[in-house]
């Protein structure tokens, strides 16, 4: 018997299963206790609620119509703060300058929730196509 705990003692992870075990039996066995000393039955009801409710519809919109093409077109690129977003932007710019010169790209910040109106309002009025940057 004492070759077997021996054994038991060099195994780290015989040791820890055994551990487990214990500690395990230790929490029923005091859960068990608390009820008995509670006075809880086995009928007890527990009410469980869904704090998810229920989420409002979404009104459905139909995507802005394509561009025939993009030569001469105002491109704004909206860097919205997520990480590694700012050098991806910079990657497109690069590649738009070097495959579409004749595209004009404006480099914007703000996030998905709080574009500065003034930089909105130049969006609204001056792009062609908007980019952002929400990583993921």
Known sequence: MASKIKNLNCNGGSRMKLRTAVVAA?????????????????????????????????PMKSPAPR???????????????????????????DWFAENQPKVNIVMASGSMESIQPAVRTEISEKADAVLFGVGH
Request: proline share 10%; aromatic share 8%; charged share 10%.
């Open 67 to 93: 561009l025939s093409s993009i030569e001469g077109k105002t491109i704004y690129l909206v860097n919205t703060g997520f990480p590694n977003s700012g050098p991806f932007l910079q990657t497109v710019r």
């Open 26 to 58: 230790l929490c029923i066995g005091l859960v068990c206790g608390i009820a008995a000393t509670q006075g809880y039955s086995q009928a007890a009801k527990v009410t469980v609620y869904n704090p998810m409710g229920e989420p409002p519809p979404i």
